[in-house]
Protein backbone atom coordinates (compact mmCIF):
# COMPACT_ATOMS: atom_id res chain seq x y z
CA UNK A 1 0.00 0.00 0.00
CA UNK A 2 1.34 3.90 -0.70
CA UNK A 3 2.46 5.84 2.15
CA UNK A 4 1.03 9.11 2.83
CA UNK A 5 1.75 12.34 3.48
CA UNK A 6 -0.86 14.52 4.36
CA UNK A 7 -0.12 18.52 4.63
CA UNK A 8 -2.47 20.36 6.37
CA UNK A 9 -0.36 23.52 5.23
CA UNK A 10 -0.94 25.32 1.80
CA UNK A 11 1.89 24.46 -0.05
CA UNK A 12 3.45 26.15 -3.11
CA UNK A 13 3.96 24.48 -6.15
CA UNK A 14 7.76 24.27 -5.34
CA UNK A 15 7.28 22.66 -2.12
CA UNK A 16 5.25 20.01 -3.56
CA UNK A 17 8.08 19.48 -6.04
CA UNK A 18 10.65 19.63 -3.28
CA UNK A 19 8.40 16.58 -1.22
CA UNK A 20 8.03 14.61 -3.98
CA UNK A 21 11.82 14.78 -5.45
CA UNK A 22 12.68 13.94 -1.66
CA UNK A 23 9.64 10.98 -1.09
CA UNK A 24 8.85 9.95 -4.96
CA UNK A 25 7.50 6.95 -3.87
CA UNK A 26 5.05 8.58 -1.40
CA UNK A 27 1.60 9.97 -2.26
CA UNK A 28 1.04 13.42 -1.26
CA UNK A 29 -2.23 14.91 -0.10
CA UNK A 30 -2.78 18.31 -0.01
CA UNK A 31 -4.89 21.59 -0.85
CA UNK A 32 -7.43 24.02 0.97
CA UNK A 33 -10.40 21.53 1.08
CA UNK A 34 -10.43 20.23 4.52
CA UNK A 35 -13.45 18.01 4.04
CA UNK A 36 -11.66 15.58 0.84
CA UNK A 37 -8.99 15.66 3.04
CA UNK A 38 -10.69 14.12 5.86
CA UNK A 39 -10.67 10.60 3.94
CA UNK A 40 -6.84 10.65 4.40
CA UNK A 41 -6.18 11.19 7.62
CA UNK A 42 -6.32 8.18 9.38
CA UNK A 43 -4.29 6.81 6.07
CA UNK A 44 -1.55 9.29 6.79
CA UNK A 45 1.79 8.38 8.09
CA UNK A 46 3.52 12.13 7.98
CA UNK A 47 1.03 14.72 8.87
CA UNK A 48 2.22 18.34 8.05
CA UNK A 49 0.06 20.47 10.80
CA UNK A 50 -2.48 19.76 13.18
CA UNK A 51 -6.30 20.23 13.78
CA UNK A 52 -9.33 19.25 15.66
CA UNK A 53 -9.92 16.69 12.59
CA UNK A 54 -6.38 14.97 12.72
CA UNK A 55 -7.00 14.39 16.26
CA UNK A 56 -10.38 13.32 16.01
CA UNK A 57 -8.87 10.88 13.20
CA UNK A 58 -5.25 10.09 14.24
CA UNK A 59 -5.48 9.28 17.51
CA UNK A 60 -6.91 6.15 17.27
CA UNK A 61 -5.93 2.66 17.19
CA UNK A 62 -6.42 2.10 14.01
CA UNK A 63 -4.40 5.19 12.92
CA UNK A 64 -0.73 4.77 10.56
CA UNK A 65 0.46 7.99 11.68
CA UNK A 66 3.82 7.66 13.00
CA UNK A 67 5.14 11.53 12.50
CA UNK A 68 3.92 15.01 13.02
CA UNK A 69 5.53 17.90 11.82
CA UNK A 70 4.14 20.64 13.26
CA UNK A 71 4.16 23.61 11.83
CA UNK A 72 4.82 26.23 14.91
CA UNK A 73 7.85 26.14 17.61
CA UNK A 74 4.84 25.27 20.55
CA UNK A 75 3.53 22.38 20.94
CA UNK A 76 1.49 23.08 24.34
CA UNK A 77 -2.12 22.77 22.36
CA UNK A 78 -1.24 19.60 21.22
CA UNK A 79 -1.74 16.18 22.59
CA UNK A 80 1.42 15.41 23.36
CA UNK A 81 0.40 12.12 25.85
CA UNK A 82 -1.34 10.65 23.36
CA UNK A 83 1.61 11.22 21.11
CA UNK A 84 3.53 9.39 23.43
CA UNK A 85 1.07 6.49 23.95
CA UNK A 86 0.74 5.52 20.23
CA UNK A 87 4.53 6.19 19.84
CA UNK A 88 3.63 8.90 17.34
CA UNK A 89 6.98 11.14 16.48
CA UNK A 90 6.79 15.11 16.83
CA UNK A 91 9.23 17.80 15.24
CA UNK A 92 8.29 21.56 15.50
CA UNK A 93 9.35 24.54 13.41
CA UNK A 94 11.96 25.93 15.96
CA UNK A 95 14.36 27.84 14.24
CA UNK A 96 12.12 29.73 12.39
CA UNK A 97 11.65 32.71 14.80
CA UNK A 98 14.96 33.84 15.97
CA UNK A 99 15.07 37.01 13.58
CA UNK A 100 11.46 37.77 13.00
CA UNK A 101 10.68 37.69 17.12
CA UNK A 102 13.99 39.32 18.04
CA UNK A 103 13.48 42.08 15.89
CA UNK A 104 10.33 42.53 17.26
CA UNK A 105 11.59 42.02 21.34
CA UNK A 106 13.98 44.86 20.02
CA UNK A 107 11.31 47.20 18.62
CA UNK A 108 9.92 47.13 22.11
CA UNK A 109 13.16 47.72 23.99
CA UNK A 110 13.41 50.79 21.86
CA UNK A 111 9.94 51.81 21.63
CA UNK A 112 9.54 51.46 25.38
CA UNK A 113 13.20 53.44 26.04
CA UNK A 114 12.32 55.98 23.95
CA UNK A 115 9.09 56.45 24.27
CA UNK A 116 8.51 55.91 20.08
CA UNK A 117 4.85 54.32 20.89
CA UNK A 118 3.99 57.52 22.81
CA UNK A 119 5.27 59.97 20.31
CA UNK A 120 3.19 57.78 17.68
CA UNK A 121 0.40 58.14 19.46
CA UNK A 122 1.01 62.48 19.93
CA UNK A 123 1.19 62.03 16.37
CA UNK A 124 -2.17 60.81 15.26
CA UNK A 125 -3.38 63.42 17.62
CA UNK A 126 -1.55 66.52 15.99
CA UNK A 127 0.29 66.66 19.41
CA UNK A 128 3.87 68.15 19.64
CA UNK A 129 4.44 66.67 23.38
CA UNK A 130 8.35 66.88 24.93
CA UNK A 131 8.18 63.53 26.77
CA UNK A 132 11.01 64.68 29.25
CA UNK A 133 14.01 63.39 29.45
CA UNK A 134 14.54 59.84 28.03
CA UNK A 135 17.06 56.45 28.87
CA UNK A 136 19.08 54.91 26.95
CA UNK A 137 19.72 51.07 26.45
CA UNK A 138 23.32 51.33 25.52
CA UNK A 139 25.15 50.14 28.91
CA UNK A 140 22.03 48.59 30.68
CA UNK A 141 21.21 45.15 31.89
CA UNK A 142 18.98 42.70 30.21
CA UNK A 143 17.78 39.40 31.54
CA UNK A 144 16.58 36.23 29.31
CA UNK A 145 14.58 34.21 30.19
CA UNK A 146 14.77 31.04 28.11
CA UNK A 147 18.33 30.95 26.34
CA UNK A 148 17.54 28.66 22.92
CA UNK A 149 17.32 29.95 19.26
CA UNK A 150 15.14 33.21 19.98
CA UNK A 151 17.20 34.15 22.92
CA UNK A 152 20.46 33.43 21.72
CA UNK A 153 19.58 36.12 18.76
CA UNK A 154 18.11 38.77 21.81
CA UNK A 155 21.45 38.22 23.55
CA UNK A 156 23.59 39.08 19.95
CA UNK A 157 21.91 42.18 19.19
CA UNK A 158 21.92 43.41 22.76
CA UNK A 159 25.02 42.76 23.02
CA UNK A 160 25.67 45.66 19.55
CA UNK A 161 24.15 47.68 22.06
CA UNK A 162 27.15 47.05 24.65
CA UNK A 163 24.40 45.97 26.96
CA UNK A 164 25.01 43.06 29.96
CA UNK A 165 23.10 40.27 28.90
CA UNK A 166 22.33 37.78 31.96
CA UNK A 167 20.46 34.09 30.94
CA UNK A 168 18.37 31.34 32.65
CA UNK A 169 17.49 28.25 31.35
CA UNK A 170 17.33 24.89 32.22
CA UNK A 171 20.98 24.02 31.93
CA UNK A 172 24.38 26.50 33.38
CA UNK A 173 25.47 25.48 29.74
CA UNK A 174 27.73 28.63 28.44
CA UNK A 175 25.68 30.51 25.12
CA UNK A 176 28.00 32.84 23.06
CA UNK A 177 26.50 36.71 24.08
CA UNK A 178 25.54 35.99 27.59
CA UNK A 179 27.43 36.88 29.97
CA UNK A 180 25.99 34.46 32.94
CA UNK A 181 23.99 31.58 33.09
CA UNK A 182 21.89 30.17 35.56
CA UNK A 183 19.16 28.07 35.73
CA UNK A 184 15.47 28.51 37.16
CA UNK A 185 16.90 28.55 41.05
CA UNK A 186 18.73 31.52 40.13
CA UNK A 187 15.51 33.70 38.45
CA UNK A 188 15.24 35.82 41.20
CA UNK A 189 19.00 36.89 40.40
CA UNK A 190 18.33 38.05 37.52
CA UNK A 191 15.15 40.10 37.95
CA UNK A 192 16.88 41.75 40.66
CA UNK A 193 19.88 42.67 38.31
CA UNK A 194 17.67 43.39 34.72
CA UNK A 195 16.83 46.61 33.56
CA UNK A 196 14.80 44.73 31.04
CA UNK A 197 13.41 40.87 31.04
CA UNK A 198 12.69 39.45 28.60
CA UNK A 199 10.90 36.02 28.54
CA UNK A 200 11.12 33.41 25.56
CA UNK A 201 9.72 30.41 27.62
CA UNK A 202 7.45 27.81 26.14
CA UNK A 203 4.33 27.01 28.38
CA UNK A 204 4.56 23.79 29.90
CA UNK A 205 4.09 21.92 33.66
CA UNK A 206 7.14 23.68 34.93
CA UNK A 207 6.45 27.56 33.43
CA UNK A 208 3.08 27.87 33.97
CA UNK A 209 2.86 31.16 35.41
CA UNK A 210 6.11 31.19 36.06
CA UNK A 211 6.08 35.27 36.69
CA UNK A 212 3.75 36.50 39.23
CA UNK A 213 3.14 38.98 41.91
CA UNK A 214 6.59 38.01 43.88
CA UNK A 215 8.63 37.96 40.11
CA UNK A 216 7.23 41.82 39.15
CA UNK A 217 7.88 42.91 42.72
CA UNK A 218 11.60 41.40 42.67
CA UNK A 219 12.00 43.04 39.06
CA UNK A 220 13.22 46.90 39.72
CA UNK A 221 10.63 49.76 39.18
CA UNK A 222 12.60 51.15 36.34
CA UNK A 223 12.61 47.77 34.71
CA UNK A 224 10.62 47.21 31.38
CA UNK A 225 9.35 43.04 31.19
CA UNK A 226 9.02 41.26 27.29
CA UNK A 227 7.19 38.35 26.93
CA UNK A 228 7.10 36.67 22.98
CA UNK A 229 6.95 33.14 24.45
CA UNK A 230 3.39 31.97 25.40
CA UNK A 231 0.82 33.52 27.31
CA UNK A 232 0.56 31.71 29.86
CA UNK A 233 4.02 31.62 31.12
CA UNK A 234 3.16 34.81 32.82
CA UNK A 235 0.25 35.58 36.08
CA UNK A 236 -1.70 38.45 33.77
CA UNK A 237 -3.14 39.50 37.04
CA UNK A 238 -0.17 40.59 38.72
CA UNK A 239 1.05 41.41 35.71
CA UNK A 240 -1.27 44.11 35.75
CA UNK A 241 -1.10 45.12 39.17
CA UNK A 242 2.74 45.92 38.74
CA UNK A 243 2.16 48.00 35.91
CA UNK A 244 -0.86 50.21 37.46
CA UNK A 245 1.19 50.69 40.86
CA UNK A 246 4.68 51.05 39.14
CA UNK A 247 6.29 47.88 40.35
CA UNK A 248 7.85 48.13 37.20
CA UNK A 249 7.93 50.57 34.58
CA UNK A 250 6.31 48.96 31.75
CA UNK A 251 5.52 45.93 29.00
CA UNK A 252 5.85 45.08 25.67
CA UNK A 253 3.12 41.85 25.18
CA UNK A 254 3.08 39.67 22.26
CA UNK A 255 1.25 36.38 24.05
CA UNK A 256 -1.64 36.86 26.53
CA UNK A 257 -3.52 33.96 29.03
CA UNK A 258 -6.38 34.54 26.35
CA UNK A 259 -6.18 35.33 23.16
CA UNK A 260 -7.38 37.72 21.46
CA UNK A 261 -6.86 40.03 23.72
CA UNK A 262 -10.19 40.80 25.72
CA UNK A 263 -11.93 44.47 24.64
CA UNK A 264 -12.16 45.05 28.58
CA UNK A 265 -8.27 43.89 29.33
CA UNK A 266 -6.44 46.87 31.17
CA UNK A 267 -3.57 46.71 29.54
CA UNK A 268 -5.49 48.34 25.98
CA UNK A 269 -5.54 51.77 28.05
CA UNK A 270 -1.82 51.70 29.52
CA UNK A 271 -0.05 54.14 27.69
CA UNK A 272 3.30 51.90 29.13
CA UNK A 273 2.17 48.81 27.32
CA UNK A 274 2.82 47.83 23.96
CA UNK A 275 0.55 45.17 22.62
CA UNK A 276 1.01 42.87 19.38
CA UNK A 277 -1.17 40.56 18.31
CA UNK A 278 0.62 36.75 18.69
CA UNK A 279 2.42 38.19 15.75
CA UNK A 280 6.45 38.64 16.60
CA UNK A 281 7.10 35.22 15.04
CA UNK A 282 5.29 36.28 11.51
CA UNK A 283 7.62 36.42 8.13
CA UNK A 284 7.52 36.06 4.71
CA UNK A 285 10.15 33.72 4.97
CA UNK A 286 8.10 31.67 7.32
CA UNK A 287 6.71 28.54 5.61
CA UNK A 288 10.06 28.16 2.95
CA UNK A 289 12.45 28.24 6.58
CA UNK A 290 9.52 25.45 8.20
CA UNK A 291 9.66 23.51 4.77
CA UNK A 292 13.32 23.09 5.24
CA UNK A 293 13.25 21.69 8.57
CA UNK A 294 10.75 19.07 7.20
CA UNK A 295 12.41 18.64 4.09
CA UNK A 296 15.94 17.58 6.51
CA UNK A 297 13.82 15.02 8.56
CA UNK A 298 11.48 13.52 5.71
CA UNK A 299 15.02 12.71 4.36
CA UNK A 300 15.93 10.93 7.10
CA UNK A 301 12.65 9.44 7.23
CA UNK A 302 12.53 7.86 4.06
CA UNK A 303 15.97 6.52 5.04
CA UNK A 304 14.96 4.75 7.83
CA UNK A 305 15.96 6.65 10.11
CA UNK A 306 14.00 8.95 12.66
CA UNK A 307 13.80 12.74 12.27
CA UNK A 308 15.82 14.19 15.06
CA UNK A 309 16.25 17.72 13.33
CA UNK A 310 14.00 19.66 16.30
CA UNK A 311 12.81 16.54 17.38
CA UNK A 312 9.78 17.58 20.18
CA UNK A 313 10.69 15.65 24.07
CA UNK A 314 7.13 14.47 24.43
CA UNK A 315 7.81 14.68 28.33
CA UNK A 316 9.20 17.56 28.84
CA UNK A 317 6.83 19.20 26.71
CA UNK A 318 9.55 21.30 24.32
Known amino acids: ?104 VMGMLLSLTRQLHQCIHNQRQRKWARLGELHEMHGKTVGIVGVGAIGSEVARLCKAFGMQVLGVRRSYAVAEYVDSMVTLDGLDEVLRASDYVVVTLPLTEQTKLLMGRTQFRTMKPSAYYINIGRGGTTDEAALIEALCSGTIAGAGLDVFEVEPLPENSLLWQMDNVIITPHNSGSTVHYNDRAMGIFLNNLRDYTEGKEPQHNRVDLHRQY
Open 1 to 104: MTRKIVALQALTDEHVEQIRVVAPEWELIHGSNRELMLPHLKEAEILLGWSSAAADQCIQPDSKLRWVQNWNAGVDRLPLASFAAAGILLTNASGVHPYPISET
